[in-house]
């Protein structure tokens, strides 16, 4: 049985934040792209996320955050997944995230970070080349 593998990723929602739009468009767009996508809902703990990913043996978490709260909740699910010897599970976020604060995601292990307006091509393209290594 030959034929491409599918790749697992999880979207999650960390915090109290309830708007989930682009979150809802990122999993509908990865699904048609043939990934088979987990979402977790909205006002996950970190805690939540990164044992979710772990149970559907993912191979990407996807964190969407449009409250301000993105460096705690990004460094957090990051940390959760590194207490439970999961860190080879790639982070990476989107959302309102100020152009200052995406260095120091990144020092703290989120792997690549989209801002509103993000061509959703790039954000698939970023997931399919995380998932393959």
């Known amino acids: 049985m ?9 979207i999650g929602k960390p915090g109290l934040d309830g708007h989930d739009r682009g979150a809802k468009c990122i999993a509908r767009a ?3 792209s043939g990934f088979e996508v987990v979402y977790t ?11 979710a990913a772990i149970q ?17 909740l990004f460094t957090e699910v990051v940390e959760a997944l590194k207490k439970h010897n999961a860190e080879d599970i790639p982070v990476i976020g989107g959302g309102i ?5 995406i260095e120091e995601l990144k020092k703290r292990g989120v792997k ?12 698939i393209k970023t997931f399919r080349e995380l998932c393959e290594k």
């Open 2 to 10: 030959g034929g491409k593998k599918v790749y697992r990723v999880l």
């Open 30 to 32: 990865l699904r048609d």
């Open 41 to 51: 809902g909205i006002r996950r703990t970190p805690e939540e996320i990164a044992m």
């Open 56 to 72: 559907e043996d993912v191979d990407v978490v996807g964190l969407s955050s449009l409250s301000g709260a993105h460096m705690e």
């Open 97 to 101: 995230i100020p152009e200052e604060d």
């Open 112 to 123: 690549k970070v989209f801002t509103p307006g993000t061509p959703m091509e790039e954000i």
